[in-house]
Protein backbone atom coordinates (compact mmCIF):
# COMPACT_ATOMS: atom_id res chain seq x y z
CA UNK A 1 0.00 0.00 0.00
CA UNK A 2 0.90 3.60 -0.47
CA UNK A 3 -0.40 6.68 1.12
CA UNK A 4 -0.32 9.80 -0.75
CA UNK A 5 -0.90 13.77 0.30
CA UNK A 6 -0.83 16.61 -2.12
CA UNK A 7 0.52 20.42 -1.46
CA UNK A 8 1.29 23.49 -3.10
CA UNK A 9 -2.07 24.28 -4.47
CA UNK A 10 -3.32 28.07 -4.34
CA UNK A 11 -4.39 30.85 -6.23
CA UNK A 12 -2.45 32.33 -8.77
CA UNK A 13 -3.26 35.08 -11.51
CA UNK A 14 -3.91 34.00 -15.50
CA UNK A 15 -0.35 33.00 -16.77
CA UNK A 16 1.24 32.59 -13.46
CA UNK A 17 2.67 29.09 -12.16
CA UNK A 18 2.50 26.70 -9.34
CA UNK A 19 4.31 23.60 -8.29
CA UNK A 20 2.04 20.74 -6.70
CA UNK A 21 3.58 17.72 -4.83
CA UNK A 22 2.07 14.66 -4.14
CA UNK A 23 4.43 12.83 -0.97
CA UNK A 24 4.17 9.11 -0.65
CA UNK A 25 4.64 6.89 2.54
CA UNK A 26 4.00 2.98 2.52
CA UNK A 27 5.73 0.44 0.33
CA UNK A 28 7.73 0.16 -2.77
CA UNK A 29 6.69 4.02 -3.85
CA UNK A 30 9.27 3.50 -6.57
CA UNK A 31 7.49 0.57 -8.37
CA UNK A 32 4.40 2.81 -8.61
CA UNK A 33 3.26 4.46 -11.91
CA UNK A 34 2.21 7.69 -10.85
CA UNK A 35 -0.69 10.38 -12.36
CA UNK A 36 -1.69 13.72 -11.98
CA UNK A 37 -5.48 14.09 -12.17
CA UNK A 38 -8.29 16.86 -12.19
CA UNK A 39 -11.37 17.47 -11.18
CA UNK A 40 -14.46 20.18 -10.79
CA UNK A 41 -18.12 19.97 -10.41
CA UNK A 42 -18.80 20.36 -13.63
CA UNK A 43 -16.56 17.82 -15.28
CA UNK A 44 -15.58 14.11 -14.74
CA UNK A 45 -12.10 13.09 -13.63
CA UNK A 46 -9.58 14.05 -15.89
CA UNK A 47 -5.96 12.77 -15.96
CA UNK A 48 -3.53 15.70 -17.02
CA UNK A 49 -0.18 14.12 -16.26
CA UNK A 50 1.68 10.59 -15.96
CA UNK A 51 5.38 9.25 -15.09
CA UNK A 52 6.55 5.78 -15.55
CA UNK A 53 7.76 4.43 -12.19
CA UNK A 54 11.51 5.04 -13.14
CA UNK A 55 10.70 8.54 -13.88
CA UNK A 56 11.82 7.80 -17.94
CA UNK A 57 8.80 8.22 -19.20
CA UNK A 58 6.25 10.77 -19.00
CA UNK A 59 2.57 11.16 -20.74
CA UNK A 60 0.26 14.55 -20.91
CA UNK A 61 -3.01 15.59 -22.39
CA UNK A 62 -3.29 17.79 -24.93
CA UNK A 63 -4.56 20.56 -22.91
CA UNK A 64 -1.67 20.60 -20.82
CA UNK A 65 1.46 19.47 -22.93
CA UNK A 66 4.14 22.22 -23.27
CA UNK A 67 2.62 24.21 -20.11
CA UNK A 68 2.64 21.43 -17.65
CA UNK A 69 5.61 19.58 -16.08
CA UNK A 70 5.61 16.15 -14.26
CA UNK A 71 8.62 14.94 -12.67
CA UNK A 72 9.26 12.30 -9.46
CA UNK A 73 12.49 12.25 -6.88
CA UNK A 74 12.03 8.03 -5.87
CA UNK A 75 14.64 9.16 -3.39
CA UNK A 76 12.36 11.51 -1.35
CA UNK A 77 9.21 9.72 -2.37
CA UNK A 78 7.51 12.68 -4.12
CA UNK A 79 5.86 13.15 -7.11
CA UNK A 80 5.79 16.79 -9.09
CA UNK A 81 3.53 18.69 -11.32
CA UNK A 82 4.89 22.36 -12.30
CA UNK A 83 2.42 24.30 -13.93
CA UNK A 84 3.28 27.22 -16.15
CA UNK A 85 1.13 30.02 -18.35
CA UNK A 86 -1.93 28.46 -16.25
CA UNK A 87 -5.30 29.54 -17.24
CA UNK A 88 -8.53 29.96 -16.05
CA UNK A 89 -9.68 26.45 -17.37
CA UNK A 90 -7.15 25.02 -15.18
CA UNK A 91 -9.40 25.47 -12.07
CA UNK A 92 -9.74 22.38 -10.44
CA UNK A 93 -8.70 20.38 -7.87
CA UNK A 94 -5.64 18.12 -8.33
CA UNK A 95 -5.38 14.79 -6.80
CA UNK A 96 -2.49 12.61 -7.45
CA UNK A 97 -2.60 8.72 -7.59
CA UNK A 98 -0.72 5.51 -8.28
CA UNK A 99 -0.89 2.64 -10.67
CA UNK A 100 0.45 -1.26 -11.13
CA UNK A 101 2.63 -0.23 -14.18
CA UNK A 102 1.26 -3.12 -16.23
CA UNK A 103 -2.27 -1.61 -15.55
CA UNK A 104 -1.19 1.46 -17.31
CA UNK A 105 1.70 1.17 -19.68
CA UNK A 106 -0.34 0.58 -22.78
CA UNK A 107 -1.78 3.70 -24.76
CA UNK A 108 -3.68 6.03 -23.39
CA UNK A 109 -4.70 4.00 -20.19
CA UNK A 110 -2.99 5.90 -17.69
CA UNK A 111 -5.71 8.87 -18.42
CA UNK A 112 -8.44 6.22 -16.97
CA UNK A 113 -9.01 6.92 -12.96
CA UNK A 114 -10.49 3.43 -12.95
CA UNK A 115 -6.83 1.96 -13.29
CA UNK A 116 -5.92 3.47 -10.57
CA UNK A 117 -5.47 1.87 -6.69
CA UNK A 118 -4.79 5.00 -4.20
CA UNK A 119 -5.22 8.45 -4.35
CA UNK A 120 -4.19 11.80 -2.04
CA UNK A 121 -6.97 13.73 -0.99
CA UNK A 122 -6.42 17.08 -3.38
CA UNK A 123 -5.36 19.93 -3.11
CA UNK A 124 -7.18 22.92 -4.89
CA UNK A 125 -6.29 25.03 -7.50
CA UNK A 126 -7.85 28.43 -8.83
CA UNK A 127 -6.52 30.62 -11.20
CA UNK A 128 -8.60 33.62 -11.43
CA UNK A 129 -7.98 37.62 -12.01
Known amino acids: QVQLVESGGGSVQPGGSLRLSCTAS????????MGWFRQTPEKEREGVAG????????YYADSVRGRFRVSRDNAKNTLYLQMNALKPEDTAAYYCAAAIPTKVNYGSAWRSAHKYGYWGQGTQVTVSS
Open 51 to 58: ISAGGGAT
Open 26 to 33: GNSYDSYF
